[in-house]
């Protein structure tokens, strides 16, 4: 099992920036992919961004804007969310995969205003 919990989520005026944390603990050896996914009401989550093996892909929305990493001896993986906009407003949610099974946290609400 791996639980995920996110932080750093908050209200920031556009054009600024916030870092989320998300802090694996359990059986966290393994896990191959993490990533961070956001949803507004009644759309489907979307990807943001990941990593995997060193390598990060992240959504056109965001490219130039926001960056994905994890320090692997914490056990804890970034976004840090650069030149906010308002239409980044979502909770962001942390993912992991780890042989096969995924695993998200609780989540963590990101409003920008305009």
């Known amino acids: 099992q791996v639980q995920l919990v996110e932080s750093g989520g908050g209200l920031v005026q556009a054009g600024g920036s916030l870092r989320l944390s998300c802090a694996a603990s359990g059986i966290i050896f393994g896990i191959n992919v993490w990533g961070w996914y956001c949803q507004v009401p009644g759309k489907q989550r979307e990807l943001v961004a990941e990593?995997?093996?060193?390598?990060?892909n992240s959504a056109d929305s965001v490219k130039g804007r926001f960056t994905i990493s994890r320090d692997n001896a914490k056990g804890t993986v970034y976004l840090q969310m650069n030149s906010l906009k308002p239409e980044d407003t979502a909770v962001y949610y942390c993912?992991?995969?780890?042989?096969?099974?995924?695993?998200w946290g609780q989540g963590t609400q990101v409003t920008v205003s305009s």
């Open positions: 990593i995997s093996g060193g390598i990060t």
């Open positions: 993912h992991a995969e780890r042989r096969g099974i995924f695993y």
